[in-house]
């Protein structure tokens, strides 16, 4: 992919000295500070040399901050958790399910992010199992991917659960029992809505502080967006969608068009109106206070297995039902090129010096001038 011609670090980085007023603790300001020195001299770095000896070239890499949050350093761990999850694929439909929280709750998940966001997974969950139980839909223990997002396209606030359900489950007995209607479809999305509202409500009643009733009433009062898509046409999508979806971030460098004195210009998408594309001006200040919103709370999870795609179940679990389902052919994937000389594009790197935020050796910096003059 091109790289990216501005990048959120640089909005982060003129605006160093007033990071802590768009924060609204102390980690989301520790996130933005290390955001803001990605793969900058801040953090060090090294050198590597290409082991391909036609090549033999040195590079000069400096140190990336290796933050979920961060848009440059997402790739190689998306990558490794795709192929990690493609050896746990099943030879079933699957489908994509979204569970949202109305705007009524942003208030709540500005100051209680981590009970807030627990509730939506934990209720989720239980929706999904309640209504795979019941043998009126399939009568079985299913399984759940749940990754959570935070973020709408112009930044606000907008908490949902993105959750891959394989069209089926495990029966008490072991076997495997299908979705109804030959995997075309999954449960009645106006049912699952008025559950979901219903068990999420009253969690927040015993977990939340106490509240008015009108604010209770409140959230009864609108309709709560489950969303089912169609089901993947096979499991080759389901890959291509963990792709998009698990590493994602509130935004990416690639979407920020425009930076220049009276702030960021980025691309959105409404998809309210049918995916129409256009520009928001965002001034700096409100630029980075829309995306500290999305800084989650220190170790907390945002990808979670449920069910039969837990860790408990996989080993033993996944791997019978593969032999009994049939094993999911994928294409061959490349090898991880993380580590590969970006000039031969043959070689592998080896590090062969790593230096502090004081900058490489003086020896090594001739070197790379030698080399820059050569033209190698």
């Given at each position: 992919m091109k790289r990216a011609a501005y990048e959120v670090a640089q909005v982060?980085?003129?605006?160093?000295?007033?990071?802590?007023g768009y924060c609204a603790n102390s980690w989301q300001l520790r996130t933005l500070h290390a955001l803001r020195k990605c793969r900058s001299a801040a953090l060090g770095g090294h050198?590597?040399?290409?082991?391909?000896?036609?090549?033999?070239?040195?590079?000069?890499?400096?140190?990336?901050?290796?933050?979920?949050?961060?848009?440059?350093?997402?790739?190689?761990?998306?990558?490794?958790?795709?192929?990690?999850?493609e050896e746990e694929l099943?030879?079933?439909?699957?489908?994509?399910?979204?569970?949202?929280?109305?705007?009524?709750?942003?208030?709540?998940?500005?100051?209680?992010?981590?009970?807030?966001?627990?509730?939506?997974?934990?209720?989720?969950?239980?929706?999904?199992?309640?209504?795979?139980?019941?043998?009126?839909?399939?009568?079985?223990?299913?399984?759940?991917?749940?990754?959570?997002?935070?973020?709408?396209?112009?930044?606000?606030l907008h908490p949902h659960l993105h959750c891959i359900v394989p069209g089926g489950g495990i029966t008490k007995s072991g076997k495997w029992k299908s979705a109804r209607s030959k995997g075309t479809y999954l449960f009645p999305v106006k049912a699952r809505s008025t559950v979901f509202r219903a068990r999420f409500v009253a969690a927040l009643r015993k977990e939340l502080k106490p509240r008015s009733i009108a604010f209770y009433e409140s959230l009864f009062k609108s309709n709560w967006a489950v969303y089912c898509k169609r089901p993947f046409f096979g499991p080759s999508q389901v890959v291509g969608y963990l792709g998009r979806y698990t590493h994602k971030i509130a935004i990416g460098n690639h979407r920020i068009k425009e930076l220049d004195n009276k702030g960021?210009?980025?691309?959105?998408?409404?998809?309210?109106?049918?995916?129409?594309?256009?520009?928001?001006?965002?001034?700096?200040?409100?630029?980075?206070?829309?995306?500290?919103?999305?800084?989650?709370?220190?170790?907390?999870?945002?990808?979670?297995?449920?069910?039969?795609?837990?860790?408990?179940?996989?080993?033993?679990?996944?791997?019978?039902?593969?032999?009994s389902l049939g094993r999911v052919q994928l294409q061959k994937q490349k090898p991880l090129q993380h580590r590969l000389c970006l000039v031969c594009k043959k070689g592998t790197l080896v590090t062969l010096n790593i230096f502090t935020a004081r900058g490489p050796p003086e020896y090594w910096m001739e070197k790379l001038k030698k080399q820059k003059q050569n033209g190698i």
């Open positions: 982060l980085e003129r605006n160093r000295e007033g990071l802590a050198i590597d040399r290409c082991n391909n000896p036609g090549c033999h070239r040195l590079h000069l890499s400096y140190n990336s901050c290796r933050n979920r949050h961060c848009p440059k350093c997402q790739g190689h761990k998306r990558e490794e958790w795709i192929r990690a999850r099943l030879n079933v439909p699957y489908f994509h399910v979204v569970f949202t929280l109305p705007p009524e709750l942003n208030r709540a998940c500005l100051y209680e992010p981590k009970l807030m966001y627990s509730l939506l997974f934990k209720t989720a969950w239980q929706v999904i199992k309640g209504f795979s139980a019941n043998p009126k839909f399939i009568g079985a223990n299913p399984g759940m991917i749940a990754i959570l997002h935070t973020w709408g396209q112009n930044l606000s960021v210009t980025f691309a959105v998408k409404d998809y309210r109106h049918g995916g129409k594309r256009s520009l928001l001006r965002l001034s700096d200040q409100e630029f980075i206070r829309r995306f500290a919103l999305h800084v989650l709370p220190k170790g907390f999870a945002r990808i979670r297995h449920y069910g039969i795609l837990s860790s408990y179940h996989k080993k033993i679990t996944l791997t019978q039902l593969r032999q």
